[in-house]
């Protein structure tokens, strides 16, 4: 039976809650599959030696070789996948966050409703429309948030997803290409009975294919045109941190946000603001918050974040929001 | 509880059913995978539409159909490995009917040892030594059959996954490359409580992203270096066919018969044997047993070959053997 902790999720966050679970099963789907290839290939190579087939036995260990691989990148696209859910739950998170304001107000609201029908003279009503107020100010700060925090991290999620896809797709290429190479060197040139094939010739070919197809995977590097984004504004408290910024520095454009943001995708040293030199503790905690967002091939491939580096990351990101006042109107 | 059934196999066929039972299950790995994967693709567009905001609304339904239509190629991926795995099924039929003949050559040799040990001069020595040189002439039949079968078909089953692996590559990065010049059309740029972010202008952008991803898909054509057969000599039981062809044909030479098969492997018009015109039923029966070998790009993107029309030109490739002489010695 599966668990019916969906349906206690915030309204809000049903949807990205049921996604998130879906991505899930996708993944251990895939995991089930490349462990399944990965048995595969040894046992193709076993196949292979029982056969007594000289030529057999040796491409057939081969191929297992480049199956196994090619199973393993199916098994580390699976762990990117895990990466992009993890960016994904940043957004149901402050979903589920910003469903209580929701509530709030509306709760105040009826309230009031309530009472001016029934106790049109109640002074509580003036107390009651403050709170209201109150209310609102809040909730038109937490939808900004979720504004703001569920562009940028779309964005990011499927930077992460799409980027795992052609990295997958990529390394599997040049595999099975490799691969191919190694069943030209098959004769299937038929025999008579009592015949025995010539012996096997091509057992230098056999492992030099192997041996470029390791190369090639060493010199494989990612590259997808970069996702531009405009989130290196996003401050303390998922607000505009430009906001700050705009009455220090005349020279703020949007262009120019863009072209540094495409700048960093290419490069791989951090994202450094230039036009603020001013406000270092809001721009080293935007370094926290999108450090890995736009130079994904980079730091994808070689050093993915791991689950726990990204919740203590969060943590961090909440702390320092909790020392700020927000920069808010 | 797993079946016991591969007990029951013949030792020659152990290792490979253990394959093609291993290969069913990463197959319904794959299987769950898109099935998983067209669910949310489905639940991101609503998801989408449900954030009430209209630039993540219409980006994320485009973003769905891209993803669909790639969990649509893991599902034809899926279908592209069933046909592998009936080939290989193919090498293990022949196990399966190879072992018996093993088995009969060394019960009778057994017998004749048991009698000369214990009976040394009962006639039936005689007898079972003549069975004995039957038995081992059909053997190296089998053993002749076995070792050609094998390799080409070794070489028809990966040829079959690896242009499918690459297929489904190709395919996935087309997608996935325009899926991300969507994220670029969703601004990032945070705002402030009580701003909105400004209306949606790239709605006919979008659309071109889709429309541009269709015409690529459509004229995608697989294109993959081709796998080299001499097994067109492959005549009636397995057995070369150019046994017969050597003596009608001078001009016979092996470099001709790879040049050919490489330009069969170009054309999508079926094999044509130009050297030997007068023995058109072996011809015909040799382009039922091969006639989606070498051509696969052709006939796998656009018309995957179904297990019903597989069983149907196995039977009928089965019932034209019964009906010849084998050509052997």
Redesign the interface.
Known sequence: MASLRGTQQPELSK??Y??IK??N??IG??E??AR??V??AQ??S??GE??G?E??SE??DK?GVLLAE?AEQEDLYAKALEEYRGVLKQIRNTESSVQPSRDHKVKISDEIAKLKYKEPQNTKIVQLEQELVRAE?QS??A??QL??I???K??EA??HH??A??E???K??IL??H???L??L??????????V?PAFQEVEAARQVITDAEADLREYELN??P?????G???VG???SN?VRQTESTAYE?SN?VSQTESAAYEPTPYTDVTSPSTNTIDEHRHVSSGSYGTYGEAQSSHPVSDAQRVETLERQQAVEMQQTPH??
């Open positions: 949807k990205l049921k996604i879906s991505e099963h996708a789907a895939y089930a599959a399944e290839r048995g595969i046992q193709l076993e196949w029982a056969t087939d030529t057999i491409i057939s191929m090619i100010a038109l700060v939808e900004a504004s703001n569920t562009r940028q779309f964005k499927y930077d799409l980027a896809t052609i997958r797709a990529e599997q290429i099975a290409k691969a191919r190479r069943l030209n098959v004769d299937d040139t038929p025999i008579v009975p009592g015949d094939h997808v045109d996702i531009n984004s405009n989130a504004n996003l401050g998922a607000m505009p906001v949007p946000v808010v109107a």
